[in-house]
């Protein structure tokens, strides 16, 4: 199921300051979206909110380039990110997908 506004697929990320995002919600968020909108999906202001405040991520340091990818709608640079170490030594797996540990 995909939103008409933003042809991402459900479920949307939380608000931020309506709705409570967990490190599951952000999990559950990634998988469920197509590669092909990867940078579509980091887009959204509640994911960078969550991508900068989180004490378990630690995107800090590259939040400047994803924000340049996105500024720039550069797909490109947002896959060298996808498949960065910082992407896949926060949790994702090689397909860029966030894994969870019972997996």
Request: glycine residues 6%; aromatic residues 10%.
């Amino acid at each position: 199921v995909s939103t008409q506004s933003t042809g991402l697929v459900e479920p949307r990320f939380p608000i931020a300051n309506r709705e409570m995002a967990s490190m599951e919600t952000f999990k559950r968020y990634y998988r469920a979206q197509p590669d092909e909108l990867f940078l579509r999906s980091l887009s959204d202001i509640n994911v960078l909110l969550f991508l900068i405040t989180n004490d378990t991520l630690s995107f800090q340091d590259c939040i400047g380039d994803i924000c340049s990818a996105i500024k720039n709608r550069d797909k490109e640079a947002a896959q060298v990110f996808k498949e960065s170490p910082t992407w896949g030594h926060n949790g994702a797996d090689s397909g860029g997908r966030y894994s969870t540990d019972d997996e």
